[in-house]
């Protein structure tokens, strides 16, 4: 079967409810294919690139292969160390200025350039500047902010990626760059990995297909002033580590990689891509047993098996200070990644040393010198590839032009074909214009959330509406398609009169987040509920109330929401959608053209919450929904009541028991107590919460937004308490420990007690006297404590009825933030484990 054909089956499936059906098993690889690059070699192009090399000075090679940040390096720094390439990272704009304009990417752009046509080599290389442009030219405020890859993923349309990588690549151009960081070919095999929606599906198939028009959207034949160079990434395994754990280990065969992980390199090297980003992770060879280490210091992954087995031929770049991940190496020193094959090191702020530290690698013979000319031979060709030399940012026909960050008509039909219908038993959608509706959820009107990680800032974090000029919230699409008289809107319900409206539009989901911080965590569950308790309350609020409830879930992966479901006649997955709201507004209230649901699942959905390698063809595979499937307007589900019941704990690793912190934050959820008052932490991260004598404010720990930190000046007390005693597995209890990381900003000036609770806020026993421990804590930065069960139950508490495992009690001044708090089984015997002794 085609992929045309395939496709077309699959719509007819859905079109008239038939079961999901998977896309065909391609023939399996014994070995790596070597793909026939649509850029071929050319002898003239070859002869001018010996000749530039051969007139470059060692440290003009270095140079070149360095790739440094725009905050650290000035366009003086380019033509001093004759650098090859700058990038911004995440959050890094011209100026310091997250509102600069086109014309002001594009004046440092020319001053970059203008730097590297005036360093004294005997000829000129020009400097290029790469960019995470991955869901259009995202860190650009104006820019038009296309659905993340999960999104397209769902829409099945690769010629759809393809028009996007072309806008990207105008939009990109426009601001005077001409390299992009795009796209993923993440396989994703668990769906707890923070960057889940960076990847087009779990389907190796669906993923093969998207790479190659979406490298030939940015690069096209170089032959027109909107194409820029694309970097196929990260390769390889990136999607599929242990747990979902970021920078974790991808336990796969040689098989598996090639068959699944490599699959959306061969498309795209066939396309032309010129560069190829290194993952962070590390690879496992399950087959052999044989441990390839960190892929940053890896030959047989970048020379071996990409430059030599797939003919590689453009150059290889690492990923944000990749090579200290390597073991022996550092942000600024990393012969054996320069050995394995590395080109070009993104070493963002500590690139001076890195020059300093290659250099003396390279005399001292650690790195032979043929290395040196191959890595900057690579990096001379795809500049002249590129048609780099000789042109000046500003000569390029999009430049500085603001019209050219915008193709809204683009992204927004993108939108309406990535949302899948998962539940349909409410109200024909879309609803009929004039219909008087009640709008509700944190996300509706929150253009930050809908755009997700990677938006203007890396974790997508610290924006508002007003930083998205050109775009339209889910709200506003609502309002302009429904008549803004006949819509309200609460973000919690709270008070309203749902019988006052003829239909609610719950629009909810997860917040904005990147790699690292997105990660759920290996004891972590797919309950969204879990982290965003908030989400759940607001429904409570409004379901059961005789209106019907149609739930929009903006989120980056699927996730288990059968408790939100529950409480829904109908339910969107809108994955992360981007700038354009109004085109999610197309497809639930109508207008003068009408739109139907197009999108099918382009990942399984989970029917439990431990379902986090949830892959279609993999054993005991039992999803709620399978992959491809998805509902058309006239297509009625029967879903009835799901179970909503779900383990206490995490999944995965049985001797850890979660209390609060990113996997978990509605089970046992913190709230502040001064007297008699009690005050919950709710859910908006941005708010401070005061009662006599405590405050509390977010705070960052180990990853942005993710600790509370606690201020007392008086007597007050801060707790995590759930509605149940806890139940611990026996492998959490056994040895166990209370587990918290701290950071304690200012020393107890009184008397500081730890303790667990039992109902109605009964004490388990006597407090701990915890003084002198967070005394000792003080001025240290981030601490984990382990505090042995042994010592609460000494002191008279009954693990069995504790309702509240943490409260922290202070009688005077202290300052202190908490988070990742749960019970470690085995704790207790570990050698940092705090003696009961110092708890008097």
């Not at 590297?116 to 104006?142: E, F, L, Q, Y």
């Not at 603001?402 to 998962?422: E, M």
């Not at 959905?605 to 509902?631: E, R």
Request: some cysteine; proline content about 5%; overall charge neutral.
């Amino acid at each position: 079967m085609n992929k045309k054909l395939h496709l077309s089956v699959l719509a007819l499936a859905v079109a008239f409810a038939l079961p999901a059906i998977a896309a065909p098993a391609a023939a399996q690889l014994s070995d790596w294919p070597a793909p026939k690059s649509a850029i071929a070699k050319d002898a003239k192009l070859e002869a001018r690139v010996a000749e530039i090399v051969s007139k470059m000075t060692l440290a003009q090679k270095i140079g070149q292969m360095t790739q440094a940040e725009i905050k650290t390096a000035t366009p003086d720094d380019v033509k001093r160390y004759y650098l090859g390439s700058v990038l911004n990272g995440g959050g890094s704009w011209p100026n310091n200025n997250k509102h600069a304009t086109a014309a002001d990417w594009l004046a440092l752009a020319n001053a970059y350039y203008d730097a590297s046509m005036a360093t004294d080599m005997a000829i000129k290389v020009p400097v290029i500047w790469g960019i995470d442009a991955v869901h259009g030219n995202n860190n650009v405020v104006g820019a038009t902010i296309y659905p993340h890859n999960i999104g397209l993923g769902a829409a099945h349309d690769p010629k759809l990626a393809g028009e996007i990588g072309a806008a990207t690549a105008r939009a990109v151009r426009a601001t005077g760059l001409a390299w992009v960081f795009g796209p993923t070919v993440a396989v994703v095999r668990d769906d707890r990995w923070g960057r889940t929606y960076e990847s087009f599906s779990e389907d190796p198939l669906l993923v093969k297909s998207y790479a190659g028009p979406y490298v030939k959207g940015l690069q096209g034949r170089f032959d027109k002033d909107a194409n820029v160079v694309a970097s196929i990434k990260h390769f390889m395994g990136d999607g599929g580590t242990d747990q979902g754990k970021d920078r974790g280990v991808t336990k796969a065969s040689a098989a598996e990689m090639m068959n699944i992980h490599g699959q959306g390199y061969y498309p795209g090297l066939e396309a032309g891509a010129q560069t190829v980003m290194i993952s962070f992770n590390s690879w496992t060879d399950t087959a052999s047993n044989t441990e390839h280490g960190k892929l940053h210091g890896s030959r047989v992954a970048i020379t071996d098996i990409l430059k030599n087995k797939l003919g590689f031929d453009g150059f290889v770049v690492s990923d944000w200070n990749g090579i200290a991940e390597v073991p022996g190496c550092r942000n600024d020193s990393c012969a054996q990644s320069v050995n394995a094959g590395m080109d070009m090191f993104m070493v963002p702020d500590d690139w001076k040393a890195f020059i300093a530290n290659t250099t003396r690698q390279v005399e001292s013979g650690e790195i032979p010198m043929a290395r040196i000319d191959d890595a900057v031979t690579r990096i001379v060709r795809v500049k002249l590839r590129a048609g780099l030399f000789g042109k000046r940012p500003s000569a390029n026909a999009y430049a500085g032009k603001d019209a050219a960050l915008q193709d809204r008509a683009l992204a927004r039909r993108a939108v309406r074909q990535s949302l899948v219908l998962l539940k349909n038993e409410g109200p024909a959608l879309p609803l009929a214009k004039g219909k008087k509706i009640l709008v509700v959820g944190k996300t509706a009107d929150s253009i930050s959330n809908q755009t997700g990680g990677w938006s203007l800032t890396w974790q997508g974090t610290a924006n508002t509406n007003a930083d998205f000029p050109n775009a339209d919230s889910i709200l506003a699409g609502i309002r302009a398609a429904n008549g803004a008289a006949n819509v309200a809107y609460s973000a919690d319900g709270a008070g309203v009169n749902v019988a006052d409206y003829d239909a609610v539009i719950a629009v909810i989901g997860e917040t904005p987040y990147a790699e690292g911080d997105g990660d759920i965590g290996p004891n972590g569950t797919l309950r969204h509920s879990g982290r965003h308790p908030e989400d759940l309350a607001v429904l409570q609020a409004v379901s059961g109330k005789g209106k019907p409830v149609v739930t929009v879930f903006v989120a980056g992966r699927p996730l288990w929401v059968n408790d939100l479901m529950n409480l829904s006649d109908t339910f969107v997955a809108a994955w992360l959608p981007g700038s354009e709201g109004k085109g999610v507004a197309d497809l639930l209230v109508a207008g003068p053209k009408r739109y139907d649901f197009s999108g099918t699942l382009s990942f399984s959905w989970p029917k439990t919450v431990c379902q986090t390698s949830l892959n279609a063809g993999s054993a005991n595979y039992d999803p709620l929904f399978k992959l491809g499937y998805g509902l058309r307007s006239g297509t009625r589900s029967r879903l009835g009541q799901l179970d909503a019941s779900y383990p206490a704990g995490g999944c995965g690793v049985s001797n850890s028991f979660p209390v609060y912190g990113q996997a978990d934050r509605a089970s046992f959820p913190l709230a502040i107590r001064s007297g008699s008052e009690v005050k919950p932490l709710g859910a908006d991260l941005n708010a401070t919460f005061t009662l006599p004598n405590v405050s509390v404010q977010t705070a960052q720990i180990n990853t942005q937004q993710d600790a509370r930190q606690v201020t007392w000046t008086g007597p007050a007390s801060i707790e995590a308490r759930g509605t149940k005693a806890m139940v611990l597995p026996p492998a959490a209890s056994k040895d166990g420990a209370l587990r918290f990381d701290t950071i304690v900003g200012a020393a107890p000036a009184g008397k500081v007690t730890i303790a667990m609770a039992c109902g109605a806020n009964a004490p388990c026993g006597t407090p701990l006297d915890a003084s002198a421990l967070f005394a000792r804590l003080a001025g240290k930065g981030k601490q984990t404590v382990k505090i042995p069960l042994a010592c609460f139950s000494a002191r008279g508490a009954d693990l069995a009825r504790v309702e509240a495992p943490f409260v922290v009690s202070s009688s005077a001044a202290f300052t202190a933030a908490f988070t990742n708090i749960d019970i470690l089984g085995g704790g207790a015997k570990e050698q940092d484990a705090v003696r009961c002794e110092e708890l008097k």
